[in-house]
């Protein structure tokens, strides 16, 4: 088992940044790779970005056309965080964001793909 907690989400100006973390307990973070999803009301979850699990010097990055080059995701596997960089925010940007764990050495853009999901932290970017 794998138990995931988001932080750091909250009310932000248009172009404002925010950065979330996702702190996880449990079993080896380093076995896993790890997801950012985000749901906006209405609509369905979709895939913001995802970070491999590592195991050398290099972790390998994916992002959603919507957010590359405004969003970062890093991960430390010594304290099991994985974080999101949210950069030039845009109304559209607002969401639950949701950080997820798949036992993979891929990066994942399904949902179907992961294992563990957090409870989700609520991102409002007003314009």
């Known amino acids: 088992q794998v138990q995931l907690v988001e932080s750091g989400g909250g009310l932000v100006q248009a172009g404002g940044s925010l950065t979330l973390s996702c702190v996880a307990s449990g079993r080896t973070f380093s076995d896993y790779s790890m997801g950012w999803f985000r749901q906006a009301p209405g609509r369905e979850r979709e895939f913001t970005a995802g970070?491999?699990?590592?195991?050398?010097?290099?972790?390998?990055?994916s992002y959603a056309d919507s957010v590359k080059g405004r969003f970062t995701i890093s991960r430390d596997n010594a304290k099991k965080t994985v974080t999101l960089q949210l950069n030039s925010l845009k109304p559209e940007d607002t969401a639950v964001y949701y950080c997820?764990?798949?036992?993979?050495?891929?990066?994942?853009?399904?949902?179907?793909?992961?294992?563990?999901w957090g409870q989700g932290t609520q991102v409002t970017v007003s314009s």
């Open positions: 997820a764990a798949a036992m993979s050495t891929r990066i994942h853009s399904t949902l179907w793909n992961y294992d563990y």
């Open positions: 970070i491999t699990r590592g195991g050398g010097p290099t972790f390998y990055s």
